[in-house]
T-cell receptor, first 116, second 113 residues
Framework: GAVVSQHPSWVICKSGTSVKIECRSL??????MFWYRQFPKQSLMLMAT?????????EQGVEKDKFLINHASLTLSTLTVTSAHPEDSSFYIC????????????FGSGTQLSVL | LAKTTQPISMDSYEGQEVNITCSHN???????ITWYQQFPSQGPRFIIQ???TKVTNEVASLFIPADRKSSTLSLPRVSLSDTAVYYC??????????????FGKGTKLSVIP
């Protein structure tokens, strides 16, 4: 299947700092990427949909000024958690829509964010 | 919005076939049905996807009845390494860049030696 690379795998930061997470589609172009967060022993929760070259669409209850999403190219989307606080600590996962051969969603390996 | 319902957990012995059923009564005409496997601290891994009838690949089979209100993931001869959470996802492009994408709670499969 198609490969989605997510970086970093884990990050620890101090409260008040910003953290950027990258999501790349390695062998296909992804016009659409998605960002999720997942708390321990819970399911994935969609945060936002990112379309290349346009503003992201955020799910209800997700602060767009808190979670900045940029999808500047067909292979890269970034999520920046601004002024992070301990309650932002979570597992963040991206996915990309692959349309070359069929409609499929492939996921990155996830980023564990811990805010101290 | 197609909501999915799966059993919370299942146990199976090694070597057995495991069938996990997902209910999605409100599935729309354009919705895809996709199953993923997730290990702790990892992103979901694509297993199989279908639209109707039966789909088979090298790791699993997916059975979808004609009304598409449910789907069953079949894992042949499971091993200990198949212990994971399995999610069924019903999704579609709603148009204009918006998507219907809601994960259910998943099924925790435990394979016993």
């Amino acid at each position: 299947g198609a490969v989605v690379s997510q970086h970093p795998s884990w990050v620890i930061c101090k409260s008040g700092t910003s953290v950027k997470i990258e999501c790349r589609s390695l062998d296909f172009q992804a016009t659409t990427m998605f960002w999720y967060r997942q708390f321990p022993k819970q399911s994935l929760m969609l945060m936002a949909t990112s379309n290349e070259g346009s503003k992201a669409t955020y799910e209800q209850g997700v602060e767009k000024d808190k979670f900045l999403i940029n999808h500047a190219s067909l292979t890269l989307s970034t999520l920046t958690v601004t002024s992070a606080h301990p309650e932002d600590s979570s597992f963040y996962i991206c996915s990309a829509r692959e349309r070359k051969f069929d409609e499929k969603l492939f996921f990155g390996s996830g980023t564990q964010l811990s805010v101290l | 919005l197609a909501k999915t319902t799966q059993p919370i957990s299942m146990d199976s012995y090694e070597g057995q076939e495991v069938n996990i059923t997902c209910s999605h009564n409100n599935i729309a005409t354009n919705d895809y049905i996709t199953w993923y496997q997730q290990f702790p601290s990892q992103g979901p891994r694509f297993i199989i996807q279908g639209y109707k009838t039966k789909v088979t690949n090298e790791v699993a089979s997916l059975f979808i009845p004609a009304d598409r209100k449910s789907s069953t993931l079949s894992l042949p001869r499971v091993s200990l390494s198949d212990t994971a959470v399995y999610y069924c996802l019903v999704w579609a492009d709603s148009g204009a860049g918006s998507y219907q994408l809601t994960f259910g709670k998943g099924t925790k499969l435990s394979v016993i030696p």
